[in-house]
Nanobody, 119 residues
Framework: QTQVAESGGGLVQAGGSLRLSCTAS????????MGWFRQAPGKERESVAR????????YVADSVKGRFTISRDNAKNTLYLQMNSLKPEDTAVYYC????????????WGQGTQVTVSS
C-alpha cells in the first residue's frame, strides 16, 4: 500500500508561484502513474494533473493549463507540481495519489497541503 506525504503549500498572492512535493513509499514508485488532485471548500475533489510512470506523458486540466507543470523524480520517489501565475480560484487542499490507467485514484489519501491564494 502506497503512503504519500504532500508538502510545499502556503499562502501566496495572486500571480505568485509555489512548488508542491509528494513523497511516496510502500511501493515501487517508478511503476505507478501519479496524479495531483485538489479540493476547494464546499466542492468535490478534482483531478489537476497526471504523469506516466517514466514522466514521458503528462496531462493537466484545462483550468491550470499553461500555469501548472507536473513532474517526477523516480530516484527520489517524489512527485512535483510547479504552480505559476496562481489565482484565487486555485485555493484548495492539494493531494497526490497513484492512478489507474483511466486516471482513477487507487491509493489511500494523505493529509494534503493547503494552498491559499490571496487577491
Amino acid at each position: 500500500q502506497t503512503q504519500v506525504a504532500e508538502s510545499g503549500g502556503g499562502l501566496v498572492q495572486a500571480g505568485g508561484s509555489l512548488r508542491l512535493s509528494c513523497t511516496a513509499s510502500g511501493r515501487t514508485f517508478s511503476s505507478d502513474r501519479m496524479g495531483w488532485f485538489r479540493q476547494a471548500p464546499g466542492k468535490e475533489r478534482e483531478s489537476v494533473a497526471r504523469i506516466s510512470e517514466t514522466g514521458d506523458y503528462t496531462y493537466v486540466a484545462d483550468s491550470v493549463k499553461g500555469r501548472f507543470t507536473i513532474s517526477r523524480d523516480n530516484a527520489k520517489n517524489t512527485l512535483y507540481l510547479q504552480m505559476n501565475s496562481l489565482k484565487p480560484e486555485d485555493t484548495a487542499v492539494y493531494y497526490c495519489n497513484r492512478l489507474s490507467f483511466g486516471g482513477i485514484a487507487l491509493g489511500s489519501w494523505g493529509q494534503g497541503t493547503q494552498v491559499t491564494v490571496s487577491s
